[in-house]
């Protein structure tokens, strides 16, 4: 479990890494909000088209294969980001990240929900969302300090870097991701949208799209904020950095809270304290107190990470867990196009203070969902 950690720290990290590069990027060749917007949307692209196909294979030929192809063509992407800097070239890159997040993250929860007994699946969750931490802390900082020191190309080629270990692992050392392939209940072919007909699957499934959708615009709107009051690359790296190291200190206070409270209300609160962060964010000027915001937005949807994963996945029927985790992506990507869009156009024409204010929308729409 901990070697598929590592990699997800690697590939997760240089995912969130570059969404940094391509924001300042495309600020620095003279983008606008809007055009940030779709850029975030690009990256959901082939999430969405993918998704479910990512599940499907790895419920048939393991995990092994999307793992490499989404490692393989997260390191092309940085590396085209490294020879060539141009805006046209960012909607590229940012269609190839998306295609490396979607094969590589569907195969490796896939994997951690099988490995093991099924008493391990709560603690081998708590490991892998403790990395996606990690990557959200190492990711920017790697982005930020290089841009600030060297460039943005060498920025994307420092990205490109850290996909070489879960390379050569997958290449050279594939034994550890080979878990015994369950079959499904019925072998009738059945849509993976009829997945949707089960009520409290379908809630998880539309939260987690709310969820990830304010994540995903924390990432893309923090650097155009920083930016707009004068914040260097490093210092909105270390901002940024701040909100991971938030969301890695719930995975050691997520069992308190959990031996005290239902899942639901420990959902539900936390989403409301995030909402809160992002009600403040844009109204501070300073970055200490922006990076204190920051630590109570990651913490707050930090918490709530695990548990839907790990709901989803409990929820799934035998031998569909891909699919369930391919579905659930793919609302997570249908929410990563059309908010970021949205945010994009609202912050064009009002700036990015009511960007900020969407998400917190997005979180209390997720905390009154949780409680019912």
């Given at each position: 479990?901990?070697?598929?950690a590592?990699m997800t720290?690697?590939?997760?990290g ?7 590069v391509m ?8 983008g ?5 917007g ?7 692209i ?15 030929i ?19 980001g ?11 890159i ?5 295609g ?6 569907v195969?490796?929860?896939s ?10 699946r709560t ?15 190492v990711?920017?900082?790697?982005a ?7 460039s ?19 290449v050279f ?8 392939i ?6 009738e072919?059945?849509?993976a ?5 089960n ?19 924390f ?12 914040l ?5 790296g270390?901002?940024?950095g701040?909100?991971?190291?938030a969301?890695?200190a719930?995975r050691?206070?997520?069992?308190f809270?959990?031996r005290?409270?239902?899942?639901q ?8 304290v995030a909402a ?9 000027g ?5 990076a204190a ?63 900020f204010?969407l ?7 997720i ?6």
């Open positions: 479990m901990y070697l598929i590592f720290i690697s590939i997760h240089c995912y969130i890494g570059s969404k940094v924001s300042l990027l495309a600020l620095e060749l003279g606008s909000q809007f055009l940030i779709v850029l975030a949307s690009c990256y959901a082939m999430p969405l088209v993918l998704g479910v196909f990512a599940g499907r294979l790895a419920d048939t393991g995990m092994r294969t999307p793992m490499l192809v989404g490692a393989s063509l997260a390191g092309a992407a940085m590396l085209v490294f020879l060539w800097q141009e805006i046209a070239l960012l909607f590229a940012a269609l190839l990240m998306g490396a997040f979607v094969m590589f993250n195969a490796v929860q994997l951690t929900g099988a490995l093991g007994k099924p008493e391990d603690r081998n969750f708590n490991i892998l969302t403790i990395s996606y931490s990690v990557s959200t802390f990711g920017p900082m790697v930020g300090f290089t841009i600030d020191y060297a943005h190309a060498w920025a994307f080629f420092a990205l490109a870097l850290l996909t070489l270990a879960p390379i050569a692992l997958l050392h594939p034994g550890f991701v080979q878990v015994p369950q079959k499904a209940a019925s072998e072919k059945k849509s949208f009829d997945l949707l007909g009520p409290p699957l379908r809630r998880i499934i539309i939260m987690s799209g709310l969820m990830v959708a304010a994540w995903e615009l990432g893309f709107y923090m650097p155009v904020f920083g930016h707009s009051i004068g260097s690359a490093s210092t909105i270390m901002i940024m701040t909100a991971a190291t969301t890695f719930t050691f206070c997520l069992p809270f959990l005290r409270f239902p899942q209300t420990v959902l539900s609160s936390f989403m409301l809160g962060g992002y009600v403040l964010l844009p109204l501070l300073v970055a200490f107190a922006i915001c920051a630590f109570v937005i990651g913490f707050g949807i930090g918490v709530a990470q695990p548990i839907s994963m790990s709901l989803a996945y409990d929820r799934s029927p035998a031998g569909r867990a891909g699919e369930v985790t391919g579905l659930r992506l793919t609302a997570n990507n249908l929410a990563r196009i059309f908010i970021p869009m949205t945010a994009g156009s609202v912050g064009a024409f009002f700036g990015v203070a009511p960007v204010w998400n917190a929308g997005m979180l209390t729409v905390s009154w969902m949780a409680k019912r």
